[in-house]
């Protein structure tokens, strides 16, 4: 985790004299979002498992065996930009426009986390790059299955596309010196609409605990309601009459 931050913040901090964002801004920033972000995730998994919780409370503080839930921390991420921005009287588009590469990134790498953890496995699988999963890790129901769906690295693999593709469409954007709130409010909803469509995918085969909301498992829920608010962002784009060369 610890590496996926400072690998996001790398990237957020290389791309943020193109953004026309001072360093010592985004600093400040960057300093809230890892607080806020940290403790958005954890708060959102706890009330994801309150049963748990309620029966292990000093469970509560041991972020260190996971339970972090990655919408926690965006929402908390969102929320943190929204009130930062309005502080300081910033364009809140520019600067998620200018997370979200490193972002993607730092999903890239804090997944890794999972593996070492032996958490947020899928299915019992026989494919060769099936993981062991200790006895102890194992839910019951597949109790007898030694080894199952990375879902982890599927995820991790996903994650560093998205952020290849942000990358990519940074540097053209940069070229045409056309980064401008449209293009801002553009990059921000294609970020939302891949990761949640890959979320929403993999939650097929992860076998971990969630709520079950209309046959779905709540992470699905809550990307399905991404999804539509990130379509609806790039049909509606409130920025789309952007003058030429405004930032």
Not at 70 to 96: C, D, Q
Request: aromatic share 16%.
């Amino acid at each position: 985790m610890v590496l996926g931050i400072v690998c996001a913040l790398g990237m957020s901090f290389k791309l943020a004299k193109y953004y026309e964002v001072k360093a010592d801004t985004l600093f400040d920033l960057s300093f809230w979002l890892i607080i806020f972000g940290i403790a958005g995730a954890r708060i959102y998994d706890i009330f994801l498992q309150i049963p748990y919780y309620l029966n292990n409370p000093l469970a509560i503080f041991k972020v260190w065996q996971g339970g972090l839930a990655i919408h926690g921390a965006i929402i908390a991420g969102l929320i943190t930009v929204y009130f930062f921005t309005k502080k300081n009287k910033l364009s809140p588009w520019r600067l998620i426009a200018l997370i979200v590469p490193g972002l993607a990134l730092g999903q890239a790498i804090g997944r890794w986390g999972n593996y070492f953890n032996q958490e947020i496995f899928g299915l019992p699988t026989s494919l060769p790059w099936g993981i062991p999963i200790d006895l102890i890790n194992r839910p019951w129901a597949y109790i007898s299955s030694d080894y199952f769906q990375p879902t982890f690295l599927y995820e991790s693999i996903g994650c560093f596309l998205i952020f290849l593709l942000l990358l990519g469409i940074n540097f053209y954007l940069i070229k045409l010196k056309k980064l401008n709130n449209h293009n801002f409010v553009w990059m921000v909803s294609l970020y939302m609409l891949l990761y949640s469509i890959l979320r929403f995918g993999l939650e097929f085969i992860r076998i971990d605990d969630a709520p079950i909301v209309l046959g779905l498992r709540w992470p699905q829920v809550i990307s399905l309601a991404l999804i539509v608010a990130s379509i609806s962002l790039i049909i509606f784009n409130p920025h789309a009459k952007t003058k030429k060369g405004q930032i």
